[in-house]
T-cell receptor, first 118, second 113 residues
């Protein structure tokens, strides 16, 4: 069975601080996908990034960066110079690839609530 | 494109009542799913469909029925609502054959009293 653990329930930082959200996953599949979603106070789910199991390159998108390490089954998310608008719940998710290569069924972590204050 | 739409946005039911949560997508995605979000538990998969006429159970299917008669629509039915079904429900769609992300609807907040 697949499992995603986000051990940090809530994190509070002051604006401009860097913050890392941890994600550890478990799967027996060799082909899988990892995702991060953001859920702002308005409630919708906003896709941030997708990574497949064969691509361990780290990725940077503006102030966001992701560190994928298969050796430790981790897919951590760092926000550099955090802003108040980053305040949200962040979910890490894992999906097997079905026989068509589709990430058809997501297993979510319990989320990390990030509070950024002035 | 409207993307994934869900109706209603809010609903209050009494125990034992039935209702259908509607989900529609206009992106011609083959796959559609229903998730529920409960405090402290993240999102959990209820049912999913890989195409019209094909549905399967997810992690928490009990108390819910689905059908998929068209590519566009994937309604979720609660036959006899229970307080344990109080939750926020999200519908999602994804194109087939590729490492794509799931596109989520805005959610339906359901309260069962």
């Amino acid at each position: 069975a697949q499992k995603v653990t986000q051990a940090q329930t809530e994190i509070s930082v002051v604006e401009k601080e860097d913050v890392t959200l941890d994600c550890v996953y478990e799967t027996r599949d060799t082909t899988y996908y990892l995702f991060w979603y953001k859920q702002p106070p308005s409630g919708e789910l906003v896709f941030l990034i997708r990574r497949n199991s064969f691509d361990e390159q780290n990725e940077i998108s503006g102030r966001y960066s992701w560190n994928f390490q298969k050796s430790t089954s981790s897919f951590n998310f760092t926000i550099t110079a955090s802003q108040v608008v980053d305040s949200a719940v962040y979910f890490c998710a894992l999906s097997e690839a079905d026989d068509t290569g589709t990430a058809s069924k997501l297993t979510f972590g319990t989320g990390t609530r990030l509070q950024v204050t002035l | 494109n409207a993307g994934v739409t869900q109706t209603p946005k809010f609903q209050v039911l009494k125990t034992g009542q039935s209702m259908t949560l509607q989900c529609a997508q206009d992106m011609n995605h083959e796959y559609m799913s229903w998730y529920r979000q409960d405090p402290g538990m993240g999102l959990r998969l209820i049912h999913y469909s890989v195409g019209a006429g094909i549905t399967d159970q997810g992690e928490v299917p009990n108390g819910y029925n689905v059908s998929r008669s068209t590519t566009e629509d994937f309604p979720l039915r609660l036959l006899s609502a229970a307080p344990s079904q109080t939750s926020v429900y999200f519908c999602a769609s994804i194109p087939r054959q590729g490492p794509y992300e799931q596109y989520f609807g805005p959610g339906t907040r359901l309260t069962v009293t």
